[in-house]
Nanobody, 121 residues
Framework: QVQLVESGGGSVQAGGSLRLSCAASKNYGYMSWFREGPGQEREGVAS????????FYAEAVKGRFTISHDNAQKTVYLQMSNLKPEDTARYYC?????????????????WGQGTQVTVSS
């Protein structure tokens, strides 16, 4: 059974940092982070090709977020810096990418339960 378990969320002030982790039951070719803010649709934040470590970032987080992975630990990380109130959302880990856009949530088969990130001004 596929399991994705996120951790590391919390409450921080604007300008602060958090590191999210997603522990998977197995390694996947692509693993991604999505977020869903209050009243908003789920949006892709970052993705990584775990074969060649190539990262992909949404424009809203470029230069502030860094995605990385540890295949030995079957874990993907999202280092978030210079956080803004608009980053407030529930963050989800996704795996089982079926091709197409890495930012399209419907292209993923597996999801974690999410971890809440709240950024106050």
């Amino acid at each position: 059974q596929v399991q994705l378990v996120e951790s590391g969320g919390g409450s921080v002030q604007a300008g602060g940092s958090l590191r999210l982790s997603c522990a998977a039951s197995k390694n996947y070719g692509y693993m991604s982070w999505f977020r869903e803010g209050p009243g908003q649709e789920r949006e892709g934040v970052a993705s990584i090709d775990t074969i060649n470590s190539k990262p992909f970032y949404a424009e809203a987080v470029k230069g502030r977020f860094t995605i990385s992975h540890d295949n030995a630990q079957k874990t993907v990380y999202l280092q978030m810096s210079n956080l803004k109130p608009e980053d407030t959302a529930r963050y989800y880990c996704a795996a089982g990418f079926r091709g197409g856009s890495v930012y399209a949530s419907e292209r993923y088969s597996y999801w974690g339960q999410g971890t809440q990130v709240t950024v106050s001004s």
